[in-house]
């Protein structure tokens, strides 16, 4: 986690949060009961957000490039945001006795938000020890949930924010499952717990893998499923169980009596089949795809999208039709079969037929780049000959992961009413050379390039110098 640190007896604090700030960020003593679940029988929320915004400063940023995330662009633009909502956006805004950054010659998007990450899960350092992401001691553990397992004093938090303008985050669990279990949705501040870091309001995601990696993990270890018809085999029973669950239930909640006995892997699919849980699909090859939402109508549910996606550009009109997203790499390829047939227009095939497409990282390097993983992909199409703007492929960062993320009413552009996630880099965000500036989450300035005291720095790298306490 990042925290205030103490340098020659001299407390600097992150973003200039008081000591009653840094006590708002809250713990995980709030009693469950603070977030009452539909329905009766249990909670559907058990672990609610404890999240509150650090204190931010009134700021307008002006003379700057700006793309909103939903594919305008304003030049010599400005953007003003307060009580940590974007307040307006346009050309010579009054400050209204707000601070006044002048940009000139620097850029403005929404925070990025990476859609798949395993960071908490997977930190820094990577050694058995906090190697907590598959539970791979079963085909099908819906049970799990990924925020468990977040270490909130990850390194990588902070490299995501600083080198990558990363401000929110879904963390999953790994891919060696059918279902994997849940996901949680994360802003990247400083907290003590993973509560405290948890977006309120953001729905919980269902991990599901198909292909190679369940059918090899478990085919390994002699059992089902060994092949990929195993894999959608075990699926469909688990999805006839979970519809059964979900009708005892409902009988239950209608006409009362002795309730289900429960079931917490049949918790979280019941979820998906109310809506109330999205699922977030690991899946490489076009046909599996097909036959993965082919499957989700058979039982009532929805995929909202697939990852890694490598061959989506082959039905992208499947993709449009049935509303599912694809979060793709820009050229990650060929590392296993199923990741061979690809190509590095994908994203921009995807933006032409019209499907939600976007990037992510999967990884705790590839995340604090995702700016120029957008550049790369958008350069293939426009070699291919897309007519893709910058600002149109700022989306595949922004307003479509919120989208695909059910936060998109919160994030993920920069809209008056929404959450001041903001990043002011220090150049055109497509170029190599160019990094964040400054950023900021719900209007709290929590870096500043020029300021050695705005550079977060994780509890377990106090102590550290060159592993990050430069301070």
Same mark, same amino acid.
């Given at each position: 986690? @990042? ?43 058990? @672990? ?132 994997? %279990? ?20 953001? *729905? ?31 699926? +469909? ?47 490489? +090859? ?52 199923? #990741? ?23 990884? &705790?390097?590839?995340?604090? +780049? ?20 910058? #600002? &149109? ?33 220090? %150049?055109? *965000? ?29 509890? @377990? ?11």
């Amino acid at each position: 986690m @990042f925290r205030p640190v103490l340098i020659l007896g001299a407390v600097i604090a992150l973003a200039g949060c008081t000591e009653s700030a840094g006590r708002a960020q809250s713990s995980s003593s709030e009693p469950a009961s603070a977030a009452p679940g539909r329905g009766k029988g249990y909670a559907h929320d058990p @672990f609610p957000s404890t999240y509150r915004a650090y204190p931010g400063t009134p700021t307008l940023l002006t003379n700057v490039t700006i793309f909103d995330g939903e594919g305008g662009r304003i030049d010599k633009g400005s953007v003003l945001f307060r009580d940590g909502k974007i307040v307006a956006i346009g050309q010579n805004l009054d400050a209204g006795g707000a601070t006044v950054i002048d940009g000139q010659g620097k850029y403005v998007t929404p925070g990025v938000i990476d859609i798949h990450s395993h960071l908490g899960d997977y930190p820094s350092p990577g050694v058995e020890a906090l190697s907590d992401g598959n539970e791979m001691t079963g085909p099908v553990t819906a049970e799990v949930w990924a925020e468990h397992s977040v270490w909130p004093q990850d390194p990588g938090f902070s490299r995501a924010l600083t080198n990558g303008g990363v401000t929110t985050l879904q963390i999953l669990p790994g891919s060696a499952n059918l279902m994997g %279990g849940r996901s949680v949705t994360v802003k990247n501040v400083y907290a003590r717990t993973m509560q405290g870091m948890k977006f309120p309001g953001a *729905p919980y995601g269902l991990k599901m893998a198909c292909g190679e990696n369940p059918k090899r993990v478990y085919g390994a270890k002699g059992r089902m499923p060994s092949t990929r018809m195993g894999n959608i085999a075990v699926d +469909r029973a688990t999805w006839a169980k979970a519809v059964e669950y979900k009708r005892r239930w409902d009988k239950y909640e209608d006409k009362g009596g002795e309730p289900p006995t429960r079931d917490l892997a049949m918790d979280t699919l019941r979820g998906v089949l109310e809506g109330e849980i999205l699922v977030q699909n690991h899946c490489y +090859r076009a046909d599996e795809m097909a036959v993965v939402m082919d499957m989700a109508k058979e039982f009532g549910y929805h995929v909202t999208a697939f990852h890694h996606a490598v061959e989506a550009y082959k039905i992208a009109d499947l993709l449009k039709a049935n509303n599912v997203c694809a979060a793709v790499w820009a050229d990650w390829y060929g590392f296993k079969m199923e #990741a061979y047939d690809a190509v590095n227009e994908n994203l921009a095939i995807l933006e032409k037929e019209g499907a939600c497409a976007m990037i992510h990282s999967d990884d &705790q390097n590839g995340i604090q +780049r995702l700016n120029q993983e957008v550049a790369k992909a958008r350069a293939s199409g426009i070699k291919a000959g897309f007519d893709i703007s910058e #600002a &149109q492929a700022w989306r595949w960062l922004a307003i479509n992961p919120a989208r695909a993320l059910g936060i998109a009413d919160k994030t993920g552009s920069l809209k008056p009413g929404k959450m001041a996630d903001v990043v002011l880099w220090n %150049g055109n *965000p497509f170029s190599v050379y160019t990094r964040p500036q400054m950023v900021w989450v719900d209007g709290a300035l929590l870096y500043d390039a020029n300021n050695p005291k705005l550079r977060p720095v994780s509890d @377990f790298e106090l102590g550290q110098p060159g592993e990050g306490d430069v301070k």
